[in-house]
C-alpha cells in the first residue's frame, strides 16, 4: 500500500510513525482479505484546521480527532483504470495524539496508530453508527493495533 504522508504541523515526531501506519495498512488487508493495490494520504493538521474541515464538511462546529474521506464516497460515475485502487485521505490532528494519548494512558505513538486504524477502517467501509457496527469495527481496530503497535508502547 502507498501511503503519501503530508505534514502541515510543525510537528517533526509525528513522521516517525509512517512505517507503523504502513504496518497496520499491510496487516488490515490481511485481516480484511483485501488483496488490491491500494493508495491513500494521511494529513497531519492542526485543532484549528481539522476544527474547520469538520464544521464545512460535516456541519460539525469543533475540533475532532481525526476525519476520513473515502473515494468510494464518490458517487460519481467517472472511473479512472489505476495499478492502485486510491482510497481516500485520512486527516489526523496532532493535538489530539497528544492529548488523548495523555487522557487514555498510553504512548503517542499508540494513539497515533490508533487514530491511523480508525481512518483506515472508515475508508474501507467500517463505521460505528449503531452498536453492532461499533463491536465490529473496535474488534478489528483491536486485532490489527494489538499485533503491530501493542498496548503498552
Known amino acids: 500500500m502507498e501511503i503519501i504522508v503530508v505534514n502541515e504541523t510543525n510537528s517533526e515526531e509525528i513522521m516517525s510513525y ?29 485543532p484549528q484546521k481539522i476544527h474547520e474541515i469538520n464544521r464545512d464538511y460535516r456541519k460539525i462546529d469543533r475540533a475532532t480527532d481525526v476525519i ?27 493535538q489530539a495524539i497528544k492529548d488523548q494519548a495523555e487522557q487514555y494512558g498510553h504512548s503517542p505513538r499508540r494513539e497515533a496508530c490508533f487514530l491511523f486504524c480508525h481512518g483506515l477502517l472508515h475508508l474501507f467501509g467500517y463505521d ?20 503491530v503497535v501493542p498496548r503498552s508502547i
Open 18 to 46: 509512517v512505517d507503523d501506519f504502513e504496518r497496520i495498512a499491510e496487516r488490515a488487508c490481511k485481516i480484511l482479505h483485501k488483496e488490491s493495490a491500494y493508495s491513500m494520504s494521511v494529513i497531519f493538521v492542526t
Open 128 to 147: 460505528h453508527m449503531n452498536i453492532d457496527d461499533e463491536k465490529i469495527m473496535f474488534g478489528l481496530q483491536d486485532e490489527i493495533l494489538d499485533e
Open 68 to 94: 476520513s474521506f473515502a473515494m468510494q464516497d464518490d458517487k460519481s460515475n467517472i472511473y479512472i483504470e489505476e495499478e492502485e485502487e486510491e482510497l481516500g485521505d485520512i486527516f489526523i490532528n496532532v
